[in-house]
């Protein structure tokens, strides 16, 4: 069945690591999203992809790096840069043009000791 | 710059009463909105959405109204079920950038038996 997967569920870091988010897609989407949620701030966009190999930034893309070589991948890789990495990641697919929702997979919860 | 606001942060209903979630957003360009309900550590669902050329969309217990004139989105969940109980969030499409979706910092309700 169609859906979006992410993994691993938790994830723990060292500071100073960089670290790579999976999320993979089979609802053939061309769009693919990447939030951040933090306690009371709601989803913010860090990077997204309208279409293979182009991307773009999102509100707080500092920190954050991307990848879209395949319609269906969309890795986040979080650098040593990013000052607060501590949150849950959501990973979210949709179609371009048109009015269409957002699908999201289960998140990632990354801890960076 | 906060865009899309959901100004309660929480809402306490009682089993078959009606929930009323609100909304509120500064740009006229948006032209698309929708409700998403999120569970701890999951990822959000999407639950109804409404064009701008609207001003209802009913679905089964959940009817969302906007308001242009105001800038103002609400859910209406009639009646309200244990079950209900989670983080609800706003989301707006449009302006500067087409297809990426504004997020409102979340409402959470509790539905109490």
């Known amino acids: 069945d169609g859906g979006i997967t992410q993994s691993p569920k938790y994830l723990f870091r060292k500071e100073g690591q960089n670290v790579t988010l999976s999320c993979e897609q089979n609802l053939n989407h061309d769009a693919m999203y990447w939030y951040r949620q933090d306690p009371g701030q709601g989803l913010r966009l860090i990077y997204y992809s309208q279409i293979v190999n182009d991307f773009q930034k999102g509100d707080i893309a500092e920190g954050y790096s991307v990848s879209r070589e395949k319609k269906e991948s969309f890795p986040l890789t979080v650098t040593s840069a990013q000052k607060n990495p501590t949150a849950f990641y959501l990973c979210a697919s949709g179609r371009t043009g048109g009015i269409s929702e957002q699908f999201f997979g289960p998140g990632t919860r990354l801890t960076v000791l | 710059d906060q865009q899309v606001k959901q100004n309660s942060p929480s809402l306490s209903v009682q089993e078959g009463r009606i929930s009323i979630l609100n909304c509120d957003y500064t740009?006229?360009?948006?032209?698309?909105f929708l409700w998403y309900k999120k569970y701890p550590a999951e990822g959000p669902t999407f639950l109804i959405s409404i064009s701008s050329i609207k001003d209802k969309n009913e679905d089964g217990r959940f009817t969302v109204f906007l308001n242009k004139s105001a800038k103002h989105l609400s859910l209406h969940i009639v009646p309200s079920q244990p079950g209900d109980s989670a983080v609800y969030f706003c989301a707006t499409r449009g302006g500067t950038s087409y297809g990426k979706l504004t997020f409102g910092q979340g409402t959470i309700l509790t539905v109490h038996p």
């Open positions: 740009n006229s360009m948006f032209d698309y």
